[in-house]
């Protein structure tokens, strides 16, 4: 079956994959175990949701105890909140770990350079707080897309193995990014390490042993052409790693913002290089934010220069949407079902396909929720609350998605029209998005006295892998015993030496 057919059928199975999560895991919502903002971009974003049945071969009951342990793992790790000032300057400019150039099949190439590691130089969990941040830069910058990961171990040695860390970054790989390992290079595996790394090995399945590739000059160019390869590695490019400090206030600059407390989410994404500053995507009412590769995590002060908010609507680049911020549902209202509506006017030269998503797609009722816009064309879309849902806490959002069509698609090929939405890039000129959050408003509109439920952050929660931590021991004991029979050979060899040298000067004193 073709790669692009793959895809398709994965795709077909995210609505069944989120139903289930949300049914198999419905305490864990409801005790905030996750970050809402990983909750938001799963129910959200098709193709994030899909990498998950992507991993896990189509296997939906595997799929979904995925996305468990990985949204526990990032709330433990705090990945939302984590920004460039996390990390002490010493970190940044090690060098140990950084983006550079593609490999032949396309993917970025994350450099792990084991040779400026040193256990213990850094706290663990800042360490582990550190790769992942980096991972995470091309992970939600480019849903679906795969990374190469070069683990350059020259002049590395036994002090710079690091067993937990080890562990860590496999786990990374084949536990919480899923889809993302395209394979793993280990560039010029010192002897003394080799029994090590193929007891690590094993920690991977038949599958992804497959994509772990031991490899040195000659081999390497298989996978990497030379003009991507630094001169070590035995290319080109001779690029010598320096650590540049990257401007929030740049990155401010490429929101999609209103001047009404409009925040950036970290559930939406561009498609550009990981070199690049990301595109940050408006997610009204929340009061965090994080652009998509981690940089910056604060409030926004500035009001969008391409984008704005007046009276209460917000101008993208292909319409206008109202409300701009909120959506709100009145829940006293004669006591039954809470009504509102997002109106849309088309302000682009062009026709435009419209899509409406929710978090909660099995609460709201959304009409119609896809559709066309001619050119200066509005529509009024209806969003019903049923009575029974009217309880709980306010954390649902709603996802506006535009994009550029031509005139001859129409409802009679929507093959066509879903074959342009899949391949869209979120920082095309030709797509919109834009984010609201449902206020629940509770009151008597006859008194006007009003109350609005706030949304409630989520808390840290621990994970552990028992099986992995067992595997990960009876490495360390390997290491441990391979470090001890490499000091009896440095003793017996500096014995061996000063024999040597007692037997040079027992000749020379008897030749006197």
Known sequence: MAHREVEETFMDQVDELRKKFSNNFKDNIQKNVYDQRDLDRFQLEDLYACCFLRHQQGSIDKACDMVDVSLRWRKELALNDLTEASFPLAMHESGAIFYRNHAKNGNPILHIMVAKHRKDTFPALTVRQFIAWHIDKEFLANPGKRIVVLIDMTDAGLTNVDIDLTKFEISCFTTYYPALLAYLLIFEMPWVLNAIWNVIKKLLNAEQQK??????????????????????????????????????????????????????????????????????????????????????????????????????????????????????????????????????????????????????????????????????????????????????????????????????????????????????????????????????????????????????????????????????????????????????????????????????????????
């Not at 899949?422 to 449902?438: A, G, Q, T």
Request: glycine share 4%.
């Open 211 to 512: 994509f772990v590739l031991l490899v040195k000059k000659p081999q390497i160019t298989q996978y990497i052409d030379r003009d991507q390869l630094l001169v070590h590695l035995g290319g080109s490019d001779t690029y010598k790693y320096s650590y540049v400090p990257v401007s929030e206030n740049v990155c401010s600059t490429h929101n999609h913002d209103s001047d009404n407390e409009s925040l950036v989410s970290s559930t939406e994404q561009s498609s550009t290089s990981s070199s690049v500053l990301r595109k940050r995507v408006t997610f009204s009412g929340l009061r965090k934010s994080l652009t998509f590769d981690g940089f910056a995590a604060a409030e926004l002060e500035d009001q969008s220069l391409s984008h704005k908010t007046v009276n209460n609507v917000h101008h993208g680049s292909l319409a206008d949407i109202r409300p701009a911020n909120h959506l709100t549902f009145n829940m006293d209202l004669d006591k039954g079902d809470s009504l509102s509506h997002i109106q849309i006017s088309n302000t682009s030269k062009q026709r435009l396909s419209f899509k409406v998503k929710t978090t909660s797609p099995d609460v709201y009722r959304v009409k119609p929720h896809t559709g066309f816009l001619a050119v200066g064309e509005q529509i009024d879309i209806s969003i019903l609350l049923p009575n029974g849902h009217r309880s709980g806490d306010t954390k649902d959002k709603f996802l506006v998605m535009l994009l550029m069509v031509r005139d001859d698609v129409n409802e009679n090929n929507l093959d066509l029209l879903s074959s342009m939405w899949k391949s869209v890039s979120r920082d095309s000129k030709e797509y919109m998005e834009y984010r609201l959050i449902c206020d629940k408003v509770y009151g008597s509109a006859s008194t006007g006295t009003i109350v609005t439920k706030p949304v409630i952050k989520s808390m840290t929660t621990q994970f552990s892998n028992s099986s992995l931590e067992q595997k990960v021991e009876m490495v360390a004991v390997q290491q441990q015993e391979l470090a001890n029979q490499l000091k009896k050979i440095v003793l017996l060899l500096k014995l061996l030496i000063i024999c040597i040298v007692v037997i040079i000067i027992c000749v020379l004193f008897r030749g006197f």
